[in-house]
């Protein structure tokens, strides 16, 4: 995974009510300046992929002072944006009509319509967010069950380092639904997340916002009116995945005594719900 080499211009401003993270399609894969930036996402999506972000003041500053430090990169890719008093100017090139004016909108934000190819995303992949998803990762009792958890997998072709330990809930003519504890949850978050960055068609993007559990789905994300699935903690602060845009397969059985590694190949998995993996 790539890490930015330069400072956030987004650090410090944190997801707001009803905000998501967006970002911007790179000049380059792998952009190394990547960052990611909270708005308010309109429920259309323009040229039936992109989102349709509404800013606050500070947000879209920090996006103007991003593109300053982005648009060498690829002047024909990245637009330039400045404040003119509350008015936002996005330049997309020298041509009169190329100069966009936005204004503050009733909801006290700057709408961008369909300037830019934004899209849903997870907070900036700084070197911090890097060390500690590896750290996580590399921890090998986030993959050993306790008394009465089962080892379940949303990537059943990785194992057995795919594999992480869970609480089954069972309701009469229902699904299963795998139940994680808090260290579990993220360290399935980072898994995801980590290999979303590899094969995102593939992986989901997991990411925590306070102690909230947040799904962005590498398909859905493209559709009207879709916005990330979130999932708070129950009472006593576990994870309980119960929908159909993130499901699971058992691996092993459920462990009736002390801590073991998992199985390294599936042994009666069913998923947790029907649909296709996310």
Same mark, same amino acid.
């Given at each position: 995974?790539?890490?930015?080499?330069?400072?956030?211009?987004?650090?410090?401003?944190?997801?707001?009510?009803?905000?998501?993270?967006?970002?911007?399609?790179?000049?380059?894969?792998? %952009?190394?300046?990547?960052?990611?930036?909270?708005?308010?996402?309109?429920?259309?999506? &323009?040229?039936?992929?992109?989102?349709?972000?509404?800013?606050?003041?500070?947000?879209?500053?920090?996006?103007?002072?991003?593109?300053?430090?982005?648009?060498?990169?690829? @002047?024909?890719?990245?637009?330039?944006?400045?404040?003119?008093?509350?008015?936002?100017?996005?330049? #997309?090139?020298?041509?009169?009509?190329?100069? &966009?004016?936005?204004?503050?909108?009733?909801?006290?934000?700057?709408?961008?319509? %369909?300037?830019?190819?934004?899209?849903?995303?997870?907070?900036?992949? #700084?070197?911090?967010?890097?060390?500690?998803?590896?750290?996580?990762?590399?921890?090998? %009792?986030? &993959?050993?069950?306790?008394?009465? =958890?089962?080892?379940? #997998?949303?990537?059943?072709?990785?194992?057995?380092?795919?594999?992480?330990?869970?609480?089954?809930?069972?309701?009469?003519?229902?699904?299963?639904? @795998?139940?994680?504890?808090?260290?579990?949850? %993220?360290?399935?978050?980072?898994?995801?997340?980590?290999?979303?960055?590899?094969?995102?068609?593939?992986?989901?993007?997991?990411?925590?916002?306070?102690?909230?559990?947040?799904?962005? &789905?590498?398909?859905?994300?493209?559709?009207?009116?879709?916005?990330?699935?979130?999932?708070?903690?129950?009472?006593?602060?576990?994870?309980?995945?119960?929908?159909? =845009?993130?499901?699971?397969?058992?691996?092993?059985?459920?462990?009736?005594?002390?801590?073991?590694?998992?199985?390294?190949?599936? =042994?009666?998995?069913?998923?947790?719900?029907?649909?296709?993996?996310?």
């Amino acid at each position: 995974m790539n890490t930015p080499t330069t400072q956030d211009p987004s650090a410090g401003t944190d997801l707001a009510a009803g905000e998501h993270w967006i970002e911007l399609v790179p000049a380059a894969h792998a %952009e190394p300046h990547q960052v990611s930036f909270p708005a308010v996402v309109e429920p259309r999506r &323009h040229h039936g992929l992109w989102v349709r972000p509404r800013l606050r003041r500070e947000v879209a500053e920090a996006v103007c002072e991003w593109l300053n430090v982005v648009y060498p990169v690829d @002047p024909d890719w990245y637009p330039l944006a400045r404040f003119e008093d509350d008015l936002l100017v996005v330049f #997309t090139g020298d041509a009169d009509h190329q100069r &966009h004016e936005i204004a503050l909108g009733e909801d006290g934000r700057y709408p961008l319509g %369909e300037l830019g190819r934004w899209f849903l995303s997870a907070p900036t992949r #700084t070197r911090a967010r890097f060390y500690r998803q590896l750290e996580v990762l590399r921890d090998a %009792e986030r &993959h050993f069950p306790r008394p009465g =958890e089962t080892v379940v #997998t949303c990537d059943p072709d990785n194992l057995p380092v795919s594999g992480f330990p869970a609480r089954i809930d069972t309701k009469p003519a229902a699904p299963w639904v @795998p139940v994680f504890r808090p260290d579990i949850a %993220e360290a399935v978050a980072a898994w995801c997340t980590t290999n979303h960055h590899k094969v995102p068609d593939d992986h989901p993007l997991v990411y925590f916002d306070g102690d909230t559990l947040v799904h962005v &789905h590498q398909h859905l994300r493209s559709l009207d009116g879709y916005l990330p699935w979130r999932i708070d903690p129950d009472a006593d602060g576990n994870y309980r995945i119960d929908g159909d =845009e993130w499901t699971f397969q058992a691996v092993s059985v459920k462990s009736e005594g002390g801590v073991h590694p998992p199985e390294t190949a599936p =042994e009666d998995g069913r998923r947790a719900r029907s649909g296709s993996p996310a």
